[in-house]
């Protein structure tokens, strides 16, 4: 989950080379370097933490070519320093690497035993190594290139300048994803499209295992055979514009305030304008003869997986099950031949569910993705893809892409009832006339902004805050913890309202902020009996509920939330937004900086 771009030019290419890591940094933003070929070999600037420090240096010791490389660092091995950025240089071969190379130790000490002297703690300078070694030995650019890819075990995109002279740059992928684009009298590589974007909108897409030797008016690619392989060059949807700020102070701000255009996209995508009936596509069959769904993703995608599940078993009468990727592939998970798994993920690349999703394709499964990433991984690897059309999110914390998520996990639910007969056409109509409020609805959801600004700041003060919720809440109550928490830094917990007594209900103290979330629905009534054990205790209240269930919180919460009513299946997809910015504006008091929290990287594509 760094990122990679490259380009071979007859213009300078270091400010455009900065400009696609800056769009790049969303993937990691440990430190950042560039190398180009400036006449007297390759010269290389680095530095620790975003790309701004990069820029300063730059600015301090200019350097400028017309080929070069740059990345941008989420660290696996070895410290975020200086030292530990790429671009890596051995003699005259420099290189920049995203995924992990899980042999990097044995091939450091052949290396080592051959002389080669190592500057870094990371896996990825082997590789710079490993190339020269190779020239050393008499082979040529390209097949010292590509012996060297042949040894490297694991997962890789990865760009190289190879010998100090050359208007060429060397790429391969290999679990990894790396687009080559088409420029008028220059090429470029980049880890996705949308580093790209502002310089081509022209684009091929490497393969597993594919390499590519990409000179200023032309690029030869190689399958893992070696065999010399056309791949289609394709128009890439995303604009440059989509990934602005606009008016907005964050990338988080500004894509909370989109989501009633995306969930409108995304609705519209789904409803056939003639019968208003769902659209299921290629989807229809999958899930129609399943036995049995399971539900597959990380993070905030698993979130909504875990949503769906209430809504697809409730609506349909089909079994799921949702599945950490990152657990279900390392298990030996008792699949059936006839169920079907759905991927959940708005990067489409992310690694573990990337794995899980090639695990059920070998198993026979029939794989439906819902994806945001048009051209990624896993949208390419499914049997079948629902897109959530969400647009570009850049904002690590996923906002935007989960409600999209949920209206698409609305929709197959609705779907799968339909086509198993398990709700006539006038129920489904009824559904779905609800979601198509959707737009409206979070339209007012994000109306509470100021309130959710006016509660920030007990949240920024407290030791810990909990959210609780039951039903499809539950999942809402797991996100609203883990959106506070990855942005803010600061303990969050989101249990099941009817768990708390179980134990976590120790936790409370005097002061301790909990976020109800009961919108009125036949469980609300037991979240009110939970919220009144925990405000007994000294708890303070923050409500999330809607006009109906304003009532119950008058008296016991410091303060409600109150949404509009929310018909059929919209409640968690329309209170998801108060949790959001709640989150936004806690982070907002506290200084942290939400676009880019410590640790964090918006697309997860080592294990
Ligand atoms: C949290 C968040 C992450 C992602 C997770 C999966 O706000 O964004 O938890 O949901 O890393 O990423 P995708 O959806 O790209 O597979």
């Known amino acids: 989950m760094c990122g990679i771009v490259g380009i071979v030019s007859n213009k300078p290419v270091r400010g455009r080379l900065v400009e696609g890591l800056i769009r790049l940094e969303y993937r990691g933003y440990d430190s950042a370097g560039i190398a180009v070929v400036n006449g007297q070999g390759i010269v290389r600037r680095r530095a620790p933490g975003k790309i701004i420090n990069l820029q300063t240096e730059l600015d301090n010791a200019p350097i400028d070519g017309t080929c070069g490389i740059a990345h941008t660092r989420w660290a696996t091995h070895g410290r975020p320093n200086k030292e530990n950025a790429h671009p890596h240089q051995s003699g005259s071969v420099a290189i920049v690497h995203n995924g992990i190379i899980e042999n990097f130790k044995i091939l450091r000490q052949e290396l080592a035993q051959n002389g080669h002297v190592f500057a870094t703690q ?90 590519a030797v990409v000179k200023i008016d032309a690029v030869q690619v190689r399958d893992q055979t070696g065999a010399l392989v056309t791949r289609d060059i394709q128009t890439a ?132 993705g819902i994806i945001n990433a048009e051209e990624s991984s896993i949208a390419r690897e499914t049997d079948a893809v629902m897109r959530t059309l969400a647009g570009p999110e850049i904002g690590v914390a996923s906002t935007k892409a989960f409600t999209a998520q949920l209206a698409v996990l609305a929709m197959s639910a609705l779907g799968m009832a339909h086509l198993r007969g398990r709700l006539s056409d006038e129920e489904i109509k009824t559904h779905i006339q609800a979601l198509e409020t959707l737009p409206e609805l979070t339209r007012k959801a994000i ?31 797991l996100e609203g913890a883990l959106k506070l928490k990855e942005i803010t830094y600061l303990p969050a917990e989101g249990y099941a309202a009817g768990e708390l007594k179980h134990g976590p209900i120790a936790l409370i103290e005097d002061g301790t902020p909990v976020v109800v979330i009961a919108p009125s629905d036949p469980l609300m009534e037991k979240t009110v009996s939970n919220m009144e054990e925990i405000a007994a205790r000294g708890a303070k209240i923050i409500a999330i509920t809607d006009t109906a269930g304003a009532e119950y919180f008058e008296d016991r919460a410091e303060h409600t939330i109150i949404l509009p009513d929310m018909p059929g299946l919209t409640g968690p ?6 949790l959001q910015l709640l989150a936004y504006y806690t982070a907002l008091e506290l200084g942290t900086n939400m676009d880019q929290p410590r640790n964090l990287a918006k697309s997860v594509t080592v294990e």
């Open 122 to 211: 990371t896996d990825s300078e082997v590789i710079a190594h490993l190339i020269q070694f190779y020239l050393d030995r008499g082979m040529d650019e390209e097949a010292a290139f590509l012996a060297c890819v042949e040894r490297l075990e694991g997962a890789y995109a990865l760009a190289a300048l190879v010998g100090d002279a050359n208007q060429t740059l060397y790429a391969a992928r290999h679990g990894s994803p790396l687009v080559v684009g088409f420029g008028e009298g220059e090429m470029f590589v980049g880890s996705d499209a949308f580093a790209l974007a502002p310089f081509t909108k022209r684009v091929l897409y490497l393969e597993e295992g594919d390499s």
């Open 237 to 368: 949807s995303i604009s440059a514009v989509m990934a602005e700020k606009g008016n907005y102070r964050h990338f988080m701000e500004k894509e909370i305030h989109e989501q009633p255009e995306a969930l409108a996209r995304t609705m519209a995508a789904y409803i056939d304008p003639d019968s208003d009936l769902p659209i299921m596509g290629d989807t229809g069959l999958l899930l129609k003869n399943a036995d049995r769904v399971v539900a597959i993703a990380c993070g905030t995608a698993y979130l909504s997986a875990s949503v769906g599940k209430y809504w697809i078993e409730a609506l349909s009468g089909v079994h799921v099950e949702t599945d950490i990727a990152s657990e279900f592939r390392y298990r030996t998970p008792a699949l059936s031949k006839n169920g079907t798994a759905l991927f959940i993920s708005q990067s489409g690349e992310t690694a573990d569910t990337l794995a899980a999703m090639r695990y059920c394709n070998r198993a026979g499964m029939g794989t439906v």
């Open 447 to 477: 109306a509470t902004k100021t309130q959710c600004e006016a509660i920030a700041p007990v949240l920024a003060k407290a030791r810990q805050t909990f959210f609780i919720g039951r039903g499809v809440y539950y999942p809402l109550a």
């Open 573 to 578: 997809i329309v209170s998801a937004i108060p």
